[in-house]
């Protein structure tokens, strides 16, 4: 998934070869992982695809069916990974993943601590921000989880730059090695307050933390047990309004075409509309999608207090 | 099982401690002012109508926080160590209903204070400390104690700002240098919201060994955000239209080593357009008009005043040290030629960014494509630079446009869709809210940005 690897990184010239991780596209909210594997096939509501028809094209290209019909292969990245992976927890979404990363100010080398791995959804967005040098130490008490997320991370290539520990981090707090030597810890606990504390250990000064909570409970809990050793103590929600945009008529009229008015763009035949009226030509528009994201989480970021 | 050899590496950009020639973000009074800088012998900072040398946060970890005391030769910032008074006592969940006092009995007749401005001044002469002005502004005023804890603690924070500023010493990462120019001078950055900036970052993939092309009409901020992540690996190629580079002078507030500043290129798109139909583009990398200052080379000698992006809301006089004082006149970051700066400011310059690709980098970039598109600017129809730009994409690489204006990117992207140039196309806008949270006061803050800008996203797709 990350180009360090310079002989897999996309470019005109990269095709798809066996065994890679490709990911099919059919609708923007339709993906679906694949392994490419020369004598396997997919099969889908498009028909019968033939992975060896995949090989030798370049990544970005689309493919057809047995009956004419097509997706595309994208080359993966970590946010088409968080619409594929399979969710073993609830997983964190884009909005919510690059502020974590902004915030915590992961750059290339920095050494960070996470817990729960969960589905891993985070643990991807923090090994490409940590590449090439630095390391993602991530745990999870739920030994299956995390052999499961260790497969996941061998899959998408990230896991020369992924440890998963399995430890009970709310009981028993990170391990003492990482004493002062982590640039950011990530928590998302049902009781992160109970591992502040072991947090604030393992942080580098002016190091930052940001604990994930669904409930304002826990964030009040959360707040409270930073202050002895945290400042720049700070509570924000994010989410996404996402748009849609349609190519439509807006007539004066009423009685012109049935009032449909703004129609997706596929639905809209051009040749058929009586062109000779200016003032109802087709209107490029756009408005927020219907459904949406109410809540996500807080996230509450803090510095450890600068000591020394 | 990994090594801490990170802080004592002045030119690695995570360093942790200040160096001589180091970037900075000062914080005053939380937030109330923001100021970029450079740490030098010489420079100073103004706070009210007080110069204070900043010699002494060289060498300090950032985080630090400062006070201004009185030394022998006028005012000096000292290292205030935070202890535990500091943190506001915070009595539990019961604290709103033991309250009993409330506002009836404040009348604002200004006969409270019973100190006057001579006493404090006095005071000062007397070599009392800023605390000690406070707790004396305090002891003398009438009602303090028939104000409610709440307002007792907001009391004490005005006398503090005033009679003790604070300075705190900050990082210039991505994040504080987007979030300080978004509070003071969004308009420079095209009103580029820190979580549309992380959005961005994170639409097109941006991560060490790729190779980025940028469209920054934002003053460099994408620039070097962009830079942050690469680490000193891949390249970010800032392009434009026409002949005039856009200014990346937002750059320079980065603490960039010199690989990093390396991966900093700039190139017009036409260069960049002519070099896909396999035509060979002349570089001349000594006509770089718009660059940074000459390096002269690894000696110390080369050096420039201070590019004091002084982000600050009061008006600082900005004549009383031209090149030393971080005014906020200069808030564009000009560009101070060597020969105008005293000979006693000596320091490590931040190496050159922003000079024209190799022929190897172009011809690779030829071969291979792109392996994303990032582009913030505001000023001009996405779609004009669009439609250039992405055919230099490598087949399956993601893109992220910012704009201030729905509109625009709506057309850019009703195009892409009609052209079959893309696929998972969307546009996003993010809502970014914060929150007060205290026992018993949770709630969201009172304040907050309604609008951080849109993005359209998507695939670049083979069309083959």
């Not at chain 2, 009210?48 to 000096?76: A, I, R, T, Y």
């Amino acid at each position: 998934m990350l180009p360090t690897d310079p002989t897999k990184k996309i470019s005109f010239t990269r095709c798809i070869t066996d065994g890679d991780l490709v990911i099919v596209y059919e609708r923007h909210d339709v993906m679906k992982a694949i392994k490419v594997c020369d004598d396997s096939i997919l099969q889908n509501r498009f028909g019968v695809f033939k992975h060896s028809d995949w090989i030798g094209k370049p990544f970005g290209s689309k493919v057809f069916s047995n009956k004419g019909k097509f997706v595309y292969l994208l080359a993966p990245t970590p946010e088409l990974w968080t619409l594929v992976l399979s969710h073993r927890t609830q997983i964190l979404y884009i909005a919510d993943i690059s502020f974590v990363i902004m915030y915590l100010e992961i750059v290339p080398g920095c050494l960070v601590l996470e817990s729960g791995t969960g589905s891993g959804s985070l643990t991807t967005s923090l090994a490409r921000a940590v590449a090439p040098t630095g390391h993602v130490y991530t745990f999870d008490f739920h030994e299956q989880r995390a052999a499961s997320a260790r497969q996941d991370f061998e899959q998408t290539g990230v896991s020369s730059l992924v440890t998963v520990g399995v430890r009970d981090i709310q009981g028993d707090g990170f391990p003492d090695e990482f004493s002062g030597m982590a640039d950011s810890v990530f928590l998302d606990l049902p009781q992160p307050w109970l591992t502040i504390p072991s947090a604030g250990k393992m942080l580098k000064q002016d190091g930052v933390l940001c604990s994930f909570s669904p409930c304002i409970e826990q964030v009040q809990r959360t707040c409270e047990s930073l202050r002895s050793n945290f400042t720049d103590i700070r509570t924000f929600e994010i989410l996404l309004r996402t748009y849609e945009v349609r190519q439509g008529k807006m007539d004066g009229s009423r009685d012109n075409g049935g009032g449909s008015l703004p129609c997706k763009r596929k639905q809209h035949s051009i040749e058929g509309s009586n062109e000779q009226d200016n003032q109802s030509s087709a209107a490029v528009m756009a408005r927020p999608c219907g459904e949406a994201k109410g809540h996500t989480g807080y996230l509450t970021f803090a510095r450890l207090k600068c000591l020394s | 099982m990994s090594q801490n050899k990170i802080q004592s590496d002045p030119s690695n950009n995570n360093s942790r401690v200040t160096w001589e020639g180091c970037s900075v973000l000062l914080d005053i009074n939380d937030g109330d002012r923001l100021v970029f800088g450079r740490l030098t012998a010489a420079s100073t900072l103004k706070i009210g109508n007080k110069n204070c040398s900043l010699q002494p946060l060289v060498g300090c970890p950032f985080g630090s926080l400062f006070q201004v005391d009185n030394g022998k030769e006028g005012p000096v910032l000292c290292r205030a160590l935070p202890s535990k008074e500091d943190e506001a006592p915070e009595k539990g969940e019961n604290q709103i209903s033991e309250e009993l006092r409330d506002n009836r009995a404040i009348v604002d007749d200004n006969k409270a204070q019973t100190l006057t401005g001579e006493d404090i001044d006095e005071m000062r002469r007397q070599g009392a400390k800023g605390d000690e002005i406070v707790e004396a502004l305090i002891a003398n005023s009438a009602t303090f104690d028939k104000k409610t804890a709440f307002s007792q603690e907001k009391y004490r924070i005005k006398k503090q700002k005033k009679y003790a500023p604070r300075v705190l010493l900050r990082r210039p990462f991505a994040r504080s240098i987007c979030e300080a120019y978004f509070k003071k001078y969004p308009n420079r950055i095209g009103f580029l919201r820190v979580d549309a900036l992380s959005l961005l970052l994170s639409m097109a993939n941006i991560t060490a060994n790729s190779d980025v092309l940028v469209a920054d009409m934002v003053g460099g901020l994408l620039t070097g955000a962009v830079a942050e992540r690469l680490g000193g690996t891949g390249y970010a190629c800032s392009t434009y239209l026409g002949d005039t580079p856009n200014s990346i002078d937002i750059v320079r507030i980065f603490n960039f080593s010199s690989e990093i500043c390396k991966r900093i290129v700039r190139a017009p798109s036409s260069d960049l357009s002519l070099a896909q139909n396999g035509t060979s583009v002349e570089t001349n990398p000594h006509e770089d008009v718009c660059n940074m200052e000459i390096q002269s080379n690894d000696q110390i000698s080369s050096s420039v005043g201070m590019e004091d992006t002084s982000l600050s809301s009061e008006n600082v006089v900005s004549d009383s040290v031209p090149e030393t004082t971080l005014s906020s006149e200069n808030v564009v970051l000009d560009i101070v030629p060597e020969t105008t700066l005293s000979p006693a400011i000596k320091f490590c310059k931040a190496p050159k960014a922003g000079e024209k690709p190799s022929q190897e980098a172009l011809k690779l970039w030829k071969e291979n494509g792109f392996s994303s598109l990032i582009m913030a600017a505001p000023e001009i129809d996405p779609w004009n630079l669009v439609k250039d730009l992405l055919p230099l994409l490598s087949y399956s690489a993601p893109f992220a446009i910012y704009h201030q204006y729905l509109q625009p990117l709506v057309t850019c992207m009703h195009n892409l869709q009609i052209g079959k140039m893309a696929i998972g196309l969307q546009i996003s806008e993010p809502w970014l809210r914060e929150y007060q949270v205290l026992p018993s006061r949770t709630h969201p803050c009172m304040q907050m940005s309604g609008f951080g800008g849109y993005i359209l996203s998507g695939t670049r797709i083979s069309s083959s």
